[in-house]
C-alpha cells in the first residue's frame, strides 16, 4: 500500500525536516514504509539530503521545493525522500560516498536518484531551478533522468549495483589489520605540515575550515615527538582564524568555515561540533603558552554557549543558521554607521582594536575582524572593549535571529560536554563543569531500556544511537569524572562501552558498525572510519576503550582497544582521506598515559599541578586522602598510597617513582610535553 500522495514531514522530530513541510513536494521521511512504495510503484527515488543550517540548503529550498511546476514534476516521476544529515550520518555516509565515486565533488544539499530498491545510480549536490551557474536546471534534469531510467533501466540497474557494492567495500571495510607504529603518526604528521599554510595558518587555499582532526594529530606529534613546528603550524592557525571573521567578535563562537584563504568571509552558520573542538584545541594551547588570547576566546565562546545554545533539559542546540531575514550573515554584520550610532564617542576605541572589511565581491555589510597587533593589544586591553562589547551584543540581539536547529545530538554533545568538563577544571570554573554535567544527565535521563537516543527535540527522540553517541558520551563519562571525581561516572561509562559491545561490535570482533544490529532501514551498514568536520565515529570507539582501560586497569580492555585499533588503521590505509582520527586514536592506544592523585580533597596541592596541564593523552584519577573503597589501580593491581599526598605518573604498565611535591609535578608533567 503506497503512502498518502501529500507532504508527509510535519510530524518529524528533526527542525530541518519540519522546514519542509509546507511545500508541495510529497516528501517521505527515509523509513522501510517510504522505500516499500518506491518498489511497488516501480519509481526511482528522489533523495534530497540537507541540514538545518545549510544556506544552499534554503536557497535550493526556495528555488525549487517551494515551487509548484518543480514540485509537480517530482511527486509524478519519483518518489522524495527527505534526509536530515545530522539525524542520519549513515545514510548520507553511504549516498556522499557514492557521489564522490561518480568523480563529483560532494558537498550539501545532495541530490541522489536511487533505484525503488535504494541503490544510488546518478547525483550532484546544489541544482538551480533555471540554467545557470554551467548547472543545468532542475526540471531540466528532473526529466533527463526520468527519460533515461524509462529507456535504460536495465543497465542504470546494473551500474547501481556496482556502484553500491563500491561504496560497500569502501564503508563497510575489509579485513586487514596494520600493526601499531610511530611512524605511521609520525607519516600522517609530515603530510599534514606539509599542507599548512605558514603564513595563513589551517590547510592551504581557499575555503579554509578548522580542521580540528588535523591539528590534533599536529599537537600529539609535538607531545609525542617534540616536533616544536608541528605545534606552532596549531597556534599559528589558531591565532589567525581567532582574529578572522569566522570568529564572532561580537558574541563569541566560531563560523564552520571561511569562504576565503583569509579567515576573513565566514560561512556564518555556526555548529556546536566545530566549536566543542575550539575550545579543547584552546585549552591546550592555552596550558602550552600562557597565552591569553586562548583562555579569552573560550570564555567568550562558553558564554556563547550557555546563552544561545542551551536546548530542552540543558542540553546543547545543534547549530544555528547562516541566514536571518532571508540574508546570509544579515545578523552578525555590521556598517560602520551602526557602530557609531552605538557606540558614541566610543567608537573610535572599539575601531583602534576591530576593524571592518569587505573584501571584493561581498554584497552584504562590512565583517568584523581584527589584525594581528589588533588581536594582540585587544588581548592585553580587554577590560576596555568588555563594555563595548557588550552594547554591541544586547542591540544585536533586537535584530531578527538565524535559525536554531533545537534538537540534541547524542554524539555532539558529548564532545561538548567533554570540552566544557576539560576546559572547567584547568581554568577552575565549576559553572562549566556543572553546565557539562546537566546535559550529561538530560541525555542519559532521555535513554529508552538502557539506549540512548541519538537525537532529541522535545518529547521526539530517534533510536536507535549510533555507535558514535555512546563513544562520544563515553568519553564525556570520563571527563566528567576526572573534573568531579564522582565514580557515578565511570559506571555510566562502562555502561556505555556494554551497550555499544551489544549493539554495534561486528561478528568477528574486528570493530564495531555505525549503526545498531536491529536497524532495519539502511541499505548497507556501515563502519563509520572517515572522519568529516570531527573525528569519526572508529577513531571515537578507540579513544574511549583506551581511557576506560586506562581508568579501570583493565588489561584485557586495552588489548581489545589494540586489536581495534590495529584493524581500524588496516582499513585506514586503503582510504584517501578521513583517516586522521583513527591515526590520531591509535596514538592513544601506543602510548595510553595514566596520572593517579592522591591529594587532600579541601585543600589540594596536586590536583590544580594537573588541572592546568592537559594532555589529550592522559588520563587523570583523583583520589581523596583516607580512601579506601573504590581506589584507582596502578599497573600490576598495586594500590596506591593513600594516606597522604602523591602523584603516580605511568604509561602503559611502567610508572614513575610518586611524586609527593607541587613544584616537582608541574616540572614533570611539562617535560612530558
Known amino acids: 500500500m503506497t503512502l498518502p500522495a501529500k507532504n508527509l514531514l510535519a510530524e518529524e522530530a528533526s527542525p530541518y ?49 517551494e515551487n509548484d511546476a518543480v514540485a509537480a514534476v517530482m511527486n509524478r516521476l519519483y518518489v522524495n525522500i527527505k534526509v536530515d544529515r545530522e539525524e542520519r550520518p549513515d545514510i548520507d555516509q553511504i549516498y556522499m560516498a557514492a557521489l564522490h565515486a561518480m568523480g563529483e565533488q560532494g558537498g550539501w544539499p545532495l541530490t541522489m536518484f536511487l533505484t525503488p530498491d535504494g541503490k544510488p545510480f546518478w547525483g550532484g549536490t546544489y541544482f538551480p531551478r533555471e540554467a545557470r551557474y554551467g548547472r543545468p536546471g532542475f526540471i531540466q534534469v528532473l526529466e533527463a533522468v526520468d527519460k533515461a531510467w524509462r529507456e535504460k533501466q536495465q543497465s542504470l540497474a546494473e551500474s547501481a549495483d556496482g556502484l553500491t557494492a563500491h561504496v560497500e567495500q569502501r564503508l563497510a571495510g575489509g579485513k586487514g589489520r596494520a600493526i601499531l607504529d610511530r611512524d605511521a603518526l609520525a607519516d600522517l604528521a609530515g603530510r599534514i605540515d606539509g599542507m599548512i599554510d605558514r603564513d595563513l595558518g589551517g590547510l592551504q587555499g581557499a575555503p579554509k575550515f578548522p580542521n580540528a582532526p588535523f591539528m590534533h594529530a599536529l599537537w600529539l606529534s609535538w607531545l609525542r615527538d617534540g616536533q616544536t613546528v608541528h605545534r606552532d603550524a596549531v597556534l599559528i592557525s589558531l591565532e589567525k582564524m581567532l582574529a ?15 569562504t576565503d584563504a583569509e579567515w576573513l568571509v565566514p560561512h556564518f552558520e555556526k555548529m556546536l561540533y566545530d566549536n566543542a573542538q575550539l575550545i579543547r ?27 544561545e545554545m542551551r536546548a530542552e533539559g540543558r542540553a546543547f542546540a545543534a547549530s544555528l543558521d547562516a541566514d536571518s531575514d532571508g540574508e546570509e550573515g544579515l545578523f552578525y554584520t555590521w556598517s560602520r554607521d551602526e557602530i557609531e550610532a552605538a557606540l558614541g564617542d566610543d567608537a573610535s576605541t572599539f575601531f583602534r582594536y576591530f576593524e571592518l572589511a569587505a573584501p571584493h565581491g561581498w554584497e552584504g555589510k562590512p565583517i568584523v575582524r581584527q589584525s594581528e597587533a589588533q588581536q594582540r593589544e585587544g588581548i592585553a586591553d580587554y577590560a576596555q572593549l568588555t563594555p563595548l562589547k557588550a552594547k554591541l551584543l544586547e542591540i544585536r ?277
Open 17 to 65: 525536516l519540519q522546514q519542509h513541510s509546507d511545500n508541495p513536494v510529497h516528501w517521505r521521511g527515509w523509513s522501510p514504509a517510504a522505500l516499500a512504495e518506491a518498489r511497488e510503484l516501480g519509481r526511482p527515488i528522489l533523495l534530497s539530503i540537507g541540514y538545518a543550517a545549510c544556506h544552499w540548503c534554503h536557497v535550493m529550498a526556495h528555488e525549487s521545493f
Open 244 to 258: 578572522g571573521g569566522i570568529y564572532d567578535h561580537v558574541g563569541g563562537g566560531l563560523s564552520r568555515y571561511s
Open 281 to 307: 584545541l584552546c585549552n591546550w594551547a592555552y596550558a602550552a603558552t600562557g597565552n591569553s588570547l586562548f583562555r579569552v576566546r573560550i570564555e567568550e565562546t562558553v558564554a556563547w554557549l550557555l546563552r
Open 397 to 673: 540581539e533586537k535584530r531578527v535571529r538565524p535559525g536554531r536547529d533545537g534538537k540534541a545530538l547524542t554524539d555532539w554533545n558529548g564532545l561538548m560536554i567533554a570540552a566544557l568538563a576539560e576546559a572547567g577544571r584547568s581554568l577552575g570554573r565549576r559553572d562549566w563543569i556543572d553546565a557539562a554535567a546537566k546535559a550529561f544527565a538530560h541525555i542519559v535521563k532521555a535513554g529508552q531500556d538502557g539506549r540512548l537516543p541519538h537525537s532529541m527535540l522535545g518529547a521526539k527522540k530517534l533510536f536507535p544511537a549510533l555507535s558514535s553517541d555512546y563513544a562520544a558520551m563515553t568519553n564525556a563519562a570520563i571527563a566528567l569524572l576526572e573534573a568531579t571525581g564522582d565514580p557515578a561516572y565511570s559506571a555510566q561509562a562502562k555502561k556505555f562501552s556494554d551497550e555499544l559491545d551489544r549493539w554495534h561490535l561486528d561478528g568477528e570482533k574486528t570493530g564495531y558498525w555505525l549503526t545498531a544490529s536491529d536497524s532495519r532501514d539502511v541499505p548497507i551498514r556501515i563502519r563509520g572510519d572517515v572522519d568529516e568536520a570531527i573525528p569519526s565515529a572508529t577513531s571515537q570507539i578507540v579513544e574511549a576503550l583506551v581511557r576506560l582501560s586506562s581508568l579501570s586497569g583493565d588489561l584485557d580492555l586495552w588489548e581489545k582497544a589494540s586489536s581495534i585499533a590495529e584493524h581500524a588503521m588496516g582499513r585506514a590505509a586503503q582510504q584517501v582521506y578521513g583517516q586522521a582520527g583513527i591515526v590520531n586514536a591509535c596514538a592513544l592506544v601506543l602510548e595510553p598515559l595514566k596520572l593517579v592523585l592522591v591529594d587532600s580533597a579541601e585543600n589540594p596541592s596536586l590536583v590544580p599541578v594537573a588541572n592546568r596541564n592537559p594532555d589529550p593523552r592522559r588520563v587523570d584519577i583523583v583520589v581523596p586522602i583516607g580512601t579506601e573503597a573504590n581506589r584507582a589501580l596502578l599497573p600490576g593491581g598495586v594500590l596506591p598510597a593513600a594516606d597522604k599526598p602523591g602523584a603516580w605518573f605511568c604509561t602503559g604498565q611502567a610508572c614513575l617513582p610518586a611524586v609527593t611535591d607541587a613544584g616537582e609535578l608541574e616540572n614533570l608533567l611539562r617535560r612530558m610535553a
